[in-house]
Each structure stands twice: as C-alpha cells, then as structure tokens.
C-alpha cells in the first residue's frame, strides 16, 4: 500500500514539472517571441527578456531574432545598359521589426531568406541593366591618380564623367526593394555590391586587349630607348672625331716642326765646310742604299749614275 502511493507521488511530481516546465519560457534579450495556439499566433509579440508563461500542450512558442541578419547573395550574370555582360555578387543586412506579420507571411528565416532571394535579385538586375558599367564600378568622378613609375601613366586618357555612380545605384535598390518588403514584417538596413567581374569570354578579350595596350607602351619606350641610344652614340663618335682630329693635327703640327728643325740643322751642317758637305752626302747615300734594297734585290745601274759613285768606289779599292 506504502509503495502504491509512492508511485503516485513521484507520478504527480513528474507530471505536475512537465505541466510547469512546458507552461513557461525564456526570453533572451536576443529574441522576441509570438505565442500559437493550434498553429495560429494569439496575443502580441513578446520582446521583452524574462520567463514568461503559455498554455501547456496548447500552445507553442515561436522564436526569432532580434539581431541584424545577413542575406548573400548567388553570382548573377547580368548584362549592362551598354551590353557588357558582368557577373553581380551582392549581400544585404535585415532584420525583422514586426514579428507577427514576419510569422504570418514567412513562418521562419529561411521563407524570409528565399523571398529576399526573390526581391534583392530582381532590383539589382533592373538596376544594373538601367546603368552603364562606368556607373556601376566608380562612385565619383574624381581625377584618377596615376603612379608614374607605371609605364603609360603620362598618357593622356579620356575620363568619363558619371551621373549616379556605384553608391547611389545601390541605394536606389535597397529603397526599391524596401518598398516590397514593407509588408513582410522585416527591414532592409543595407545593400553592397560584393564583387563585380567581367564573364569569362569577356574577361578573356579585356586580359587581351591590357596586354596588348601594355606591348604598344613598352616597343613605343623601347623605340625612345634606341632612339636615344643612337643619338648617344653619334654624339660620341662626333666627339671622338673632333679629339682624334684635333690630336692628328697638333701631332702633325709637331712633326712640322721637327722636321723644319732636323732641316735647318742638316743645313747648318751642310754649309759649314766642304768636307761636311762631302760626309754629309756621303752619310745620307747610305741611308737611303739601306732603306732603298735588300741582300735579296738586284739593282741595274749605269756606270755614270750619282747612286753607284759610292759602290763604285767601294769596288775599285
């Protein structure tokens, strides 16, 4: 009998911790909560942290975030006002201000997260296809800033001047798209274009087209280069030309004079007597029969010739 209503206490016990523990919550200062009741939202958000009551078994507590949440976006490609197809990677921030409607028109985050899908894709598209890549990539029309180290920063280049720019479209999507989700319970705080590309097969032509822009600046540097170089170098050869000129002319100039000199000495000596005179010829007969022949050559002379007198001489002794 003892241990039948012990039985009976600890099932009341159990049941009665089931009833309380299924008849209370808790509110995170993170959440905010709509009580259902057999699948219908009853009563108004809770938003306020705490432990807070609900019919057992009956009804049921539903969460969400207080938070901001992100939504990312799939790469779209898309194509621009002026035809150029370009992939568009975009991410936003939301996050829901009314609960209720949130509930009663998405159930949860992911129906919130593929309507946003819907919404965020659209916009962009429409915006983009209404706006030039220009527009899309610059958000002023400030003076670019060229690096002069770069070959081809001294280039002239025509800049073309935007008329709403990069951040301006993306605020023209997120108030377009703020506008569509006013009844859905959530707020759009912020939309950002995360990446913009060429697609492939333009990526490819524009990667073409830089490299070759980049081979006509370096033949045009390369062209200056040579240029210069033979100017240098007729520069140098002119000036080489002047020196040795300038230096054949001075040594010639002192051979002159050295020969004018040797000549007024030879004369000196020549007039001074007669025996000088005769050792004088003598002396320069032999230089020239030195310098004129060889052992080798034979020489045809007449017996008369001023060249024989001296090897006539010679022979008679």
Do not use: C
């Not at 991410?91 to 609960?99: E, V």
Request: aromatic residues 10%; without cysteine; proline residues 2%.
């Amino acid at each position: 009998m003892q241990n039948k209503k012990l039985i009976a206490i600890i099932v009341a016990v159990v049941i009665l911790f089931i009833i309380i523990s299924s008849s209370t919550f808790v509110v995170q200062e993170t959440d905010q909560v709509i009580i259902t009741q057999f699948g219908k939202p009853v009563g108004d958000p809770i938003s306020e942290p705490g432990i807070h009551l609900k019919i057992p078994l009956i009804q049921k507590a539903n969460f969400f975030e207080k938070r901001f949440l992100e939504w990312d976006g799939d790469p779209n490609q898309v194509p621009t006002k002026d035809k150029k197809f370009i992939w568009v990677n975009t991410y936003a921030r939301w996050r829901i201000t009314d609960p209720l409607l949130f509930f009663q028109r998405l159930r949860d985050e992911l129906g919130a997260q593929s309507r946003l899908d819907d919404i965020l894709d659209g916009e962009t598209r429409t915006a983009i296809a209404n706006h030039g890549l220009d527009e899309l990539v610059r958000s002023s029309n400030r003076e670019f800033v060229r690096d002069s180290t770069v070959i081809g920063a001294g280039e002239e280049r025509k800049q073309l001047a935007i008329k709403y720019g990069r951040e301006k479209i993306t605020r023209e999507i997120l108030k377009a798209a703020t506008a569509r989700t006013q009844d859905l319970g959530i707020e759009l705080l912020d939309l950002r274009f995360k990446r913009i590309n060429y697609v492939e097969e333009v990526r490819v032509k524009v990667y073409d087209r830089m490299i070759t822009e980049r081979k006509r600046i370096a033949d045009q540097y390369r062209s200056e280069g040579q240029g210069e170089a033979s100017k240098i170098i007729g520069s140098k050869e002119k000036e080489l030309k002047r020196i040795t000129s300038g230096a054949f002319r001075e040594a010639e100039t002192i051979k002159g004079k050295a020969d004018a000199e040797a000549t007024g000495i030879y004369a000196q000596a020549y007039n001074r007597n007669a025996e000088t005179r005769d050792f004088y010829k003598f002396l320069k007969t032999m230089e020239t029969y030195e310098s004129t022949f060889n052992e080798d050559d034979w020489l045809i002379l007449s017996s008369d010739n001023d060249f024989y007198k001296y090897l006539k001489s010679q022979s008679g002794r």
